[in-house]
């Protein structure tokens, strides 16, 4: 049952009971409806608990309810009969209450919470509102100002200041028994939330809440109504509100915004270790070894060292310890700046890293990463180093972004324990991690893998072998389609225009800025000699790294960066570009943002769909994962697949086709995308097919 009663004396305590986090489905619903009717005529009782049973209050509405109809009874509605119950109603919140979770509280006389209960209403992250009251009821409560802010951010609180805020009246370690105990005497002359006057007016709250969602949530929709609704409370009857605030709910949660937003909260979900590998033996990492301390290798050493785990750093000299020492205090004392750590902490935590020359001292650790230059002869002999240092069970990952792993791992005398960790750039904050399964990699390796992402609070991404896995081999089309379009008409600054129009958080260009345009020059250089000579081929970045144009490190990349500062638009590159395009016979025409959008997100598509084909990624979820936690992909379009389901797969390889008539060599229509038009199938219609084939397979 998803709502159990107790009655302990006078008291009843209703749990909200339906593991694993009591997300209100429609089973809460009917079971608080048939419980406050019947515990509301009952004489014996003169308090009613509302409590959630195991570590959750309620998470919220269930979101798997949202794609269908509403259905009866509503949660607004079972929320005002528990606001209307004449006994004494007590939230004992002990553990989150989110969402609805949060509303069902509020139409409680009283709100105890243990102090480590998160609390709020961020409905707004996934690109709905709250919908129970929430937005009628919070701002009578605790004021416009911190309403407005704490909805319009989706932000969540823990209890000191929720207390502070007045999102709850008590803390107390064990809100059962205080609520069991408290005197009750006080409530019964307490105005229920609906019941009390409109809050007051603060016009400079709204506006600084509605700057911060343009700012902060570019794009969506969701904020703004919040506020819209919260603004509203001010001047408006509590009723009018609730018609309002329900109507909004019912309009946006069908909107594509909050589809795709609930296809990343449950994407998400789904990221862990995969069913195939539950049973399998997996090793817990507690001594880890990381080849090369430069920025990637210290991060990846400072985040392993964050999730408790001691890590050797392995350098080829005393210049280069030095170098790895000073990359690794930095990354601690810009913690300490932040106050994310304190000295104690931060002094403790170090001294588990120990940054050395040379492989000795590693026989009991248990997986090693190298994070040396991408140079395949390197990268094999210090995988051969590790494999005669380490213990046979030991996992010996990579961290290439492009390399063949599997023939990385010939190096090693038993392959099975060889694996990509590819992780990305800084790999303390990035959530990303793919894990890339190489040819002969023993399913304990990954199983290990899975678990390291775990305790790193990693995404992981499961990914085959292929240049560039799934999201630089994605990435890698996207750049180069975009200096297409830049020779054939575009400034760098147009199409970066565009792409954070269309929801990144920088374009393409301002990104290679930023990361440097080396390490992609170095690749072009080492596939040259395999590229298809029909293929078109834009040498503008390389010309620019031979000039030395490397990105913001050099002062000047696609853009200057005068005195280290902003990036400020650079007239001589257009003349390059224009150089460039008379020298290669083209004659440059004009692209709107339209059109620079559909072209870059087709090409990213049509690639994404032959790595599915190709059994690449192992789901379209994944693939959208990889683009929104790795490459700034906008999550609110729910990432690179969910956005072409969304905009028909029909269109979009109609226009991949229409491209393909002007450069039928670039544009190749994905053999995947073809079949599934064809045979009018979504991508989730072939996924569930391929699933049930390989059950049937398996049974
Ligand atoms: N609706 C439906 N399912 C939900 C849910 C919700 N609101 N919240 C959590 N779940 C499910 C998850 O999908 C997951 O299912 P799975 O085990 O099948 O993968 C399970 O509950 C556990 O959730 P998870 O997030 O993995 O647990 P956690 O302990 O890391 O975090 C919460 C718990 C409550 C903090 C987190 O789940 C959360 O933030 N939930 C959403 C809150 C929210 O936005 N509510 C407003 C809804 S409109």
Redesign the pocket.
């Known amino acids: 049952m998803a709502v159990r009663t107790e009655i302990r004396g006078d008291a009843a305590i209703v749990y909200l009971d339906s593991p694993?986090?009591n997300?209100?489905?429609k089973d809460i619903r009917q079971g608080l409806k048939d419980s406050f009717d019947t515990l509301t005529k009952d004489d014996n009782i003169s308090r009613i608990i509302l409590t959630g049973a195991g570590?959750?209050f309620a998470?919220?509405?269930?979101?798997?309810?949202?794609d269908g109809p509403p259905i009866e009874p509503h949660l607004p509605d079972v929320a005002a009969l528990i606001e209307a119950c004449p006994k004494p109603c007590i939230a004992a919140i002990n553990?989150?209450a989110?969402?609805?979770?949060y509303e069902l509280a509020l139409v409680c006389k009283y709100r105890v919470a243990t102090p480590g209960a998160?609390l709020g209403?961020?409905?707004v992250?996934?690109g709905?509102i709250?919908?129970a009251g929430g937005t009628q009821r919070l701002p009578r409560l605790i004021g416009v100002a911190s309403a407005v802010s704490l909805i319009s951010q989706?932000q969540?609180v823990k209890g000191k200041k929720a207390l502070e805020l007045g999102l709850i009246d008590h803390l107390a370690d064990d809100p059962l028994e205080y609520a069991l105990t408290m005197d009750i005497a006080p409530l019964a002359g307490k105005r229920p939330l609906c019941d009390t006057a409109n809050p007051t007016p603060d016009d400079a709250a709204i506006t600084a809440a509605r700057e911060q969602a343009s700012k902060r949530m570019r794009g969506q929709t969701a904020p703004h109504r919040a506020i819209d609704l919260v603004e509203l409370t001010t001047t408006t009857g509590f009723d009018t509100g609730m018609v309002r605030e329900r109507e909004t709910f019912l309009e946006i949660r069908q909107l594509d915004q909050a589809r795709a937003l609930r296809h990343m909260?449950?994407a998400?979900?789904?990221a862990?270790m995969p069913a195939s590998l539950q049973n399998v033996n997996a090793t817990d990492i507690t001594k880890a070894v990381v080849v090369g301390g430069g920025n990637m290798g210290a991060s990846i050493a400072y985040g392993m060292n964050g999730a408790g785990i001691a890590v050797t750093v392995i350098e080829t000299d005393s210049d280069a310890v030095e170098r790895a020492t000073s990359n690794i205090d930095r990354l601690f004392a810009a913690a300490l700046k932040r106050g994310l750590l304190d000295q104690d902490t931060a002094d403790k935590r170090r001294e588990q890293i120990t940054i050395q020359v040379g492989y000795g001292g590693i026989s009991d650790a248990g997986l090693a990463i190298e994070a040396v230059i991408e140079n395949m002869d390197i990268k094999k002999i210090v995988l051969a180093e590790l494999d005669a240092a380490l213990p046979a069970h030991a996992v010996i990952a990579t961290n290439t972004s492009y390399l063949d792993i599997d023939e990385m791992a010939g190096a090693v005398a038993d392959p099975a324990r060889v694996l990509g960790l590819h992780f990305f750039s800084p790999a303390h904050i990035m959530k990303l991690l793919e894990i890339v399964q190489a040819d002969k990699t023993a399913p304990e390796t990954l199983a290990t893998a899975f678990r390291l992402a775990a305790r790193l609070r990693k995404v992981p991404v499961l990914a085959g072998v292929c240049d560039g896995f799934i999201g630089n081999r994605i990435y890698a089309r996207y750049r180069e389609y975009a200096d297409i379009i830049m020779i054939d008409g575009s400034l760098p600054w147009e199409i970066d225009e565009a792409m954070v129009d269309f929801g990144y958080a920088m374009g393409p260009y301002a990104v290679q800025d930023l990361s440097g345009l080396d390490i992609a020059y170095a690749n072009r250089k080492r596939l040259a000699p395999t590229r298809d000579p029909n293929r078109r081929y834009v040498a503008i970045a390389d010309r620019m790294v031979e000039e030395g144009r490397l990105g913001r490190k050099a002062g000047v990349g696609w853009y200057r960066y005068p005195g280290g500062g902003g990036a400020v638009i650079d007239p001589l590159l257009e003349d390059l570009i224009c150089d460039e395009a008379h020298f290669a016979k083209v004659t440059r025409g004009e692209f709107t943002d339209p059109e620079i959008q559909d072209q870059l997100l087709a090409m990213m598509i049509n690639e994404a769909f032959d790595i599915l084909d190709e059994g690449i990624a192992a789901s379209a979820a994944d693939i959208d994962l990889v683009l929104v936690y790795g490459y700034g992909f906008p999550r609110w379009r729910g990432g690179l697949m969910h956005y072409a389901q969304t905009v028909g797969l029909a269109k979009i390889l109609g226009q991949i086709k229409e491209y393909a008539r002007l450069d039928p060599v670039i544009w190749q229509p994905s053999r995947l995308l073809r079949q599934l038009v064809q045979d009018g199938q979504s991508i989730e219609d072939y996924e569930n097919e391929k699933a049930a084939r390989t059950s049937g397979q398996r049974g």
């Open positions: 694993p986090v997300a209100i489905s570590k959750f998470a919220g509405a269930d979101a798997r309810e949202f553990g989150a989110l969402g609805g979770g998160l209403l961020p409905e992250t996934l709905v709250p919908g989706g969540l909260f449950f998400e979900r789904g862990k």
